[in-house]
Structures are given as structure tokens and as C-alpha cells.
């Protein structure tokens, strides 16, 4: 028995969509709560017969996908536990999060290869196992691949979509397109599919070339500028514009993790400028500042699910980094650690700063959990925080490393930043490492 799900989006309005995004505090609906799988796994393979309209999950309507190959994630990893909750995932909820990991797997590739057919029931039935009544058994379609792309959510209420993490949901008219030995499957679909395990990973974009596109999303408008960001090397994992001479991180517009809710370079202007985070949070293109206006075509507002723009690039942030000298810190905690810390103010204006910061392993043993410690600043106060988790008692901050990437190697380095308002100098003082 195969399972075909039908997506139909709802077009929220504007203003309600605003209000609910601001519900969800920016750390915490931006918080990477899954890290991703280790290597290659293994799931269930249900399939989908189309985005819906006017959008998929991640906020690109089907016809302006990169690949027509694409997938969905799984929204929750609930085991036994098929209840909605509220998306974006916040708060206690988080734990409940699956590898869409609120929206922030949109738009990267996966590699997927076919796995084992299913000889029993595999109906994804509520606290039932998979392929009940029957076995796993390899067949003439095991090790055909195809690259696909993350363009949807499954958060239905079903054992694939809650009990099986590394469950995906493939497009269905992409099923008979898998290559094996240079051709094409052919007819895996629909006698021969059973939703069969697949065994995929995540992937950069193959053979990427060229530039992001964007384009703004229906109903958008200079009070509502809400944009889509698409063909991207490696994911996108946060928008951030100019206002007023200051970068502002962008609400993500609820869980669609390729559209943002930007702001005009003056407060409810028609010109914007933008510059993008990939899946590791780093400025893609080293920095670079993408800037456009909104379409006259638009008029008071865009009709069409999505507008595509053209933009012009500048190289690099509009504002020059201020850097403090490499701080090395005297270690505490664990044996052998000792790190060293670089500090900088990538961005100040009347009120806040962003920073950059790198911290590196010097010592010789793996530094598992690692985490800073520093005194910053009096009325120095935290905003929002990337590829870290960063809590503060007074002048007190405590710097924890992001749930995907824990450990540092002897010698390798992670770099995260933050916004705060209050002075931007001078930088931390008493860092340690532990």
C-alpha cells in the first residue's frame, strides 16, 4: 500500500502572519534544535504528489524550485505521540523537533539511495510497526540514487512523519526517475515500491553555479516585505537587512525556511538590502550585500505567489569590523583545555553592535561541550545569538557550543556571533574556557 499526501497551504494574511511571528521571541524561532544525522541513514520512503499552493513549506512555490526532484522532512520526532503542536516549535517544544528542524534544512540537497522492498503492510498505521507481517528484502532496485532537494514538511499525524526520524517523503513523480547504472528506473513506481527504505545524507548543492535568487511572495508589500530566497549552495539558516544603517536579523515568516520578513533601508521604504547565512551560519559570498527594490508591478502590493526581482551586489559588510587583539584565556574546567579567542565588532550603530567571534582548541585533546565564559560590559544586553547558545547572570555571559557541532578537535576553531544593544567597546574581559 503506498500513501499520497496533498498538501494545500493556507495564504495567511499579512497582518496576522506579523502578529504570530511576533509571538515567537527571534532566538528561539530561529534555535537549531536537531543536528544532522551522522553519515548516512536509513528510513521509511512515503511520497507526495505536490507542493500545494500557493507554497511549500519552505516558502518557494513548486514552479520556481530548483529541482523538481524534492523532498519533505520530517516537522516532529514524536514516537507514540501524534498530536499537533503549535509550528514554529518553540520553547519545551523544541525537543519535539525532527530533522525540518523549524525550517532550517530548507533548501539543501539530500542524496538518496533505494533501499529494501517490503513484503508485508507498511501503512505507516498510528503504534504499529512498519512492515508488519513481512520482511525487508533487497531487489534489482537497491542502490539507485538521485539527488533531491528539502522543499516541504510532513507533519502529519502517522508513524512515518513521528516515529521513523530518518523518515522521507519524496516527490511522486520523481520515484520512477532514480538511476541505477547510468539509466533510469523506470517502473519502481508503482509495483515495486511498498514505501521501501531509502538510505540518504545531506549534500552541498551539485555542481552549484551563479547567485541566490529572490523574489517577494504574495501580498507582500513595503509594510510587509516579505521575500523568498532560493538556489543556494548550501542552505540558508537566516536573512539579515539594512535599517537605517544597522543589520537587523530577519523574522523567519512562521517555519518556512526560505522566506523572510525583511525591513526597508528607511522605515517603510521600497529599497532593501539584504545580506544571507548558509547552514553553518556564515555570511555567504563572504558577506556580500544583495539590494533591490520592490517590483512595480506590485503596486500596493505583490499578486502573485512569487515576484522574482533582479538585485545588484556589493562585496562584503557596509560597515568595517572593529577587532579587539586575540584574547588567549586562562583555562578552567577539564584537563588539557586551553583555547584562544578572537572578538570582533563586525557592525556598531547608536544602541547595538553585532559581533563575529572565533574561538580555537590550542590544546592537544578533543574539547568536548565547549563552552566561554566572560564578563562583558555594564547595560551591555543580548539581543539574539547564532552557532552558539548564549545565556548571561549580570555582566556575567556564558558562551555554550550549538547542538550540532559540540566538540572541537585539537586545533580546529568555531566561530559565533550575537547582537546586543549598549556600547559596542570595550569588548569582554576574564574570558575562560571549559
Not at 175 to 199: C, E, I, Q, S
Request: charged share 10%; with cysteine.
Amino acid at each position: 500500500m503506498s500513501y499520497a499526501r496533498r498538501r494545500l497551504l493556507a495564504i495567511l494574511l499579512p497582518g496576522l502572519l506579523v502578529a504570530l511571528c511576533a509571538l515567537v521571541p527571534l532566538t528561539e524561532q530561529s534555535a537549531g534544535a536537531v543536528s544532522d544525522p551522522p553519515g548516512p541513514v536509513t528510513g521509511n520512503a512515503t511520497y507526495f504528489d505536490g507542493l500545494g499552493m500557493p507554497y511549500g513549506g519552505c516558502g518557494v512555490p513548486q514552479a520556481n524550485l530548483d529541482s523538481q526532484d524534492f523532498v519533505a522532512l520530517n516537522v516532529y520526532n514524536t514516537p507514540g505521540d501524534y498530536t499537533f503542536y503549535p509550528r514554529p516549535l518553540t520553547g519545551a517544544n523544541l525537543s519535539k523537533a525532527g530533522l525540518w528542524n523549524n525550517g532550517l534544512n530548507c533548501g539543501r540537497y539530500v542524496q538518496v539511495e533505494i533501499s529494501d522492498f517490503c513484503t508485508g503492510t507498511n501503512d505507516g498505521a498510528q503504534s504499529q510497526p512498519f512492515c508488519r507481517n513481512g520482511s525487508w528484502v533487497s531487489d534489482a532496485y537497491n542502490g539507485a540514487k538521485l539527488t533531491m532537494l528539502v522543499a516541504d514538511s510532513c507533519g502529519d499525524s502517522n508513524a512515518w512523519c513521528r516515529d521513523d526520524p530518518y523518515h522521507l517523503d519524496l516527490a511522486k513523480d520523481s520515484l520512477n526517475r532514480f538511476v541505477k547504472n547510468g539509466a533510469g528506473v523506470g517502473d519502481m513506481y508503482p509495483g515495486h515500491w511498498n514505501n521501501r527504505h531509502v538510505t540518504w545524507s545531506f549534500i552541498p548543492a551539485p555542481n552549484y553555479s551563479g547567485d541566490i535568487n529572490i523574489g517577494f511572495l504574495q501580498s507582500a508589500q513595503v509594510w510587509w516585505p516579505a521575500i523568498s530566497v532560493s538556489h543556494l549552495a548550501n542552505g540558508i539558516h537566516g536573512v539579515e537587512y539594512l535599517a537605517n544603517g544597522a543589520w537587523q536579523p530577519a523574522q523567519m515568516n512562521g517555519d518556512m525556511g526560505q522566506s523572510y520578513v525583511i525591513g526597508g533601508t528607511t522605515s517603510g521604504g521600497s529599497q532593501f538590502q539584504i545580506r544571507v547565512r548558509d547552514v553553518t551560519d556564515t555570511l555567504i559570498n563572504g558577506g556580500r550585500v544583495y539590494s533591490f527594490t520592490l517590483p512595480s508591478s506590485c503596486g500596493t502590493q505583490c499578486g502573485t505567489p512569487y515576484t522574482k526581482v533582479s538585485y545588484t551586489t556589493s562585496n562584503g559588510p557596509t560597515a568595517t569590523p572593529t577587532a579587539t587583539p586575540t584574547v588567549t584565556p586562562t583555562p578552567t574546567g577539564g584537563t588539557g583545555v586551553s583555547c584562544d579567542v578572537n572578538y570582533q565588532v563586525a557592525n556598531a550603530w547608536q544602541g547595538g553592535f553585532t559581533t563575529s567571534v572565533t574561538v580555537r582548541n590550542t590544546g592537544t585533546a578533543t574539547w568536548n561541550n565547549w563552552t566561554l565564559t566572560w564578563t562583558m560590559l555594564s547595560g551591555v544586553t543580548l539581543t539574539s545569538a547564532w552557532s552558539s547558545t548564549i545565556t548571561s547572570s549580570g555582566t556575567t555571559w556564558t558562551i555554550k557550543a550549538p547542538s550540532w557541532a559540540t566538540s572541537l578537535a585539537a586545533g580546529a576553531s568555531a566561530t559565533f556571533g550575537f547582537q546586543a544593544n549598549g556600547p559596542s567597546t570595550p569588548g569582554p574581559t576574564n574570558i575562560t574556557c571549559s
